[in-house]
């Protein structure tokens, strides 16, 4: 059985079909890429999983469970943070903790908010509020507030996409240090049971779809967009950025992924005026 399984999903907003016979089964501890154009569906699919919309048809199992609503076993990272601006740094993770750890103590639940603050590189900034801080550090909350809640699948709708190119690519290479940390880190082994978080990830961005994921799921246009093919990334882990772009796999999946998006699923030219 699919850790999460997606099947014969179709997606209606009134008369218009946003998505239609969508199916993917997503590995437990796997990286799943979805890209594609905008009106492609790739949020509204990523919105069905996290339980904030259901299907008009199909359904969606995670552990053999249809989702019907949001839930703690779902981790959601939007693209504009999501923080409340009123508490600090610190209080904004520790609030995602004390709602899903209430067996844990107050000590406890303090030792997993701090944890996940020096991971993503923000202890010493705990006290500022969101108003204080970068856009990149406001990214950087939000993912330590996910990771520290535990949940089974973590779904991130591109999260790096309204930051500058270098806090991008800083960005990826600390979800990646943290997702290949779990089986070495023992603080993390223990929370997380030793298996690596289930990752669903947005974006527009080939080089990062290719750099994060195991495989790679590719939007047709819409309307009654679906998957059009999945790809492998025959990459090695621990990956290398820069070893990355050297690797001749690397520029295959790469060729192939731009010949989908820009010859077979390539967006209509807009309509002159008559």
Do not use: C
Request: aromatic share 6%; proline share 6%; no cysteine.
């Amino acid at each position: 059985m699919a850790f999460l399984n997606i099947s014969g999903v179709q997606k209606r907003f009134g008369h218009y079909t946003a998505l239609e016979n969508v199916n993917l089964q997503v590995r437990e501890g796997e990286v799943i890429a979805l890209i594609g154009h905008s009106g492609s569906g790739k949020s509204t699919l990523l919105a069905m999983i996290a339980g904030l919309t259901r299907p008009t048809k199909g359904e969606i199992l995670l552990e053999g469970q249809p989702i019907r609503s949001p839930g703690p076993d779902r981790g959601v990272v939007f693209q504009n943070y999501s923080l409340l601006p009123w508490l600090s740094v610190y209080q904004n993770v520790r609030v995602g903790v004390d709602s899903v750890h209430r067996e844990l103590t107050d000590a406890e639940r303090a030792r997993i908010t701090e944890k996940f603050l020096r991971i993503v590189g923000l202890w010493e900034h705990r006290h500022k509020k969101p108003g204080e801080i970068s856009g990149g550090m406001k990214q950087r909350t939000a993912l330590a507030r996910a990771l520290a809640t535990n949940p089974k699948i973590l779904l991130l709708d591109e999260p790096f996409g309204a930051l500058d190119a270098l806090t991008r690519t800083n960005l990826q290479d600390e979800l990646l240090k943290v997702w290949d940390s779990t089986l070495e880190d023992s603080f993390l082994r223990a929370i997380w049971g030793g298996q690596r978080k289930t990752i669903l990830l947005v974006t527009h961005d080939v080089e990062e779809a290719i750099y994060l994921s195991d495989r790679i799921a590719v939007m047709s246009n819409g309307p009654a967009a679906t998957i059009g093919k999945v790809v492998e990334v025959p990459l090695p882990r621990p990956r290398n950025r820069r070893e990355m772009l050297q690797n001749r796999a690397y520029l295959e999946v790469k060729e192939e992924l731009l010949h989908l998006l820009t010859v077979v699923y390539a967006p209509e030219p807009p309509r002159k005026p008559a």
